[in-house]
């Protein structure tokens, strides 16, 4: 099975900042999703990343997956409170694509204060 | 459109009764899976199905934990004689039934069992 890491795991910074998360692997993904989860809400895909390289866009956050496909980062600018949230990445269980469990990184945990 | 339900939201079981965990798939969708997160851990993986089939029950203890998803109904995963130990948020995901490298998936908003 393969292993996420994500880090940083706890991240709190004031309204406005910027950040980084990150999601790193020492194994290929044939895809990466990113979700935010709420408390007492269930995980909402933000984004999936497929090719090496590849940048998305979501209003201020920028999403980008590795040139191997072994990491993946999420950055975002200008910070506002309604970002707070646990920020997860997920892949593949195992290799080759299609429909298949996902494995997911502990995630982070990310605070915005006003 | 609906997307994953999930239900109860919350179930509260004494040690030794069974738990029963209903989901939903959104409209379209033919693949099921569950996944359990306990406090201060990830997500984990339990099981993968189809309708009618289990596909990958891997990540699902082999003892009292059984799931199904029948060819009419809801996806259910069942707990025999629940421990303390089994208190967690249960969250059923589904995907579409085409062939694809996006293997992306739908969450619902989870049920939070509390064994007493």
């Known amino acids: 099975t393969q292993l996420l890491e994500q880090s940083p795991q706890f991240l709190s910074i004031q309204e406005g900042e910027n950040l980084t998360v990150y999601c790193n692997s020492s194994?290929?993904?044939?895809?990466l999703q990113w979700y935010r989860q709420e408390p007492g809400e269930g995980p909402v895909l933000l984004v999936t990343?497929?090719?090496?390289?590849e940048v998305k866009k979501l209003k201020r956050l920028t999403f980008q997956f590795g040139d191997a496909r072994k990491d993946s980062s999420l950055h975002i600018t200008a910070a506002q409170p309604g970002d707070t949230g646990l920020y997860l990445c997920?892949?593949?269980?195992?290799?080759?694509?299609?429909?298949?469990?996902?494995?997911f990184g502990k995630g982070t945990h990310l605070i915005i204060q006003p | 459109n609906a997307g994953v339900m999930q239900n109860p939201r919350h179930l509260v079981r004494r040690r030794g009764q069974e738990a029963r965990l209903r989901c939903s798939p959104m409209?379209?969708?033919?693949?099921v899976y569950w996944y359990r997160q306990l406090p201060e851990e990830g997500l984990k993986f339990m099981v993968y199905?189809?309708?009618?089939?289990?596909?990958?029950e891997s990540g699902m203890p082999k003892e009292r934990f059984s799931a199904e998803f029948p060819k009419e109904g809801p996806s259910i995963l069942r707990i025999q004689q629940v421990v303390r130990g089994d208190s967690a948020a249960y969250f059923c995901?589904?995907?579409?039934?085409?062939?694809?490298?996006?293997?992306?998936?739908?969450f619902g908003p989870g049920t939070r069992l509390t064994v007493l």
């Open positions: 199905l189809q309708k009618e089939n289990i596909i990958d």
């Open positions: 990343v497929v090719t090496g390289g």
């Open positions: 997920a892949g593949d269980r195992h290799s080759g694509g299609g429909a298949d469990g996902l494995t």
């Open positions: 995901a589904s995907s579409p039934a085409r062939t694809s490298v996006y293997n992306e998936q739908f």
């Open positions: 194994s290929v993904f044939s895809s």
């Open positions: 409209k379209g969708h033919s693949h």
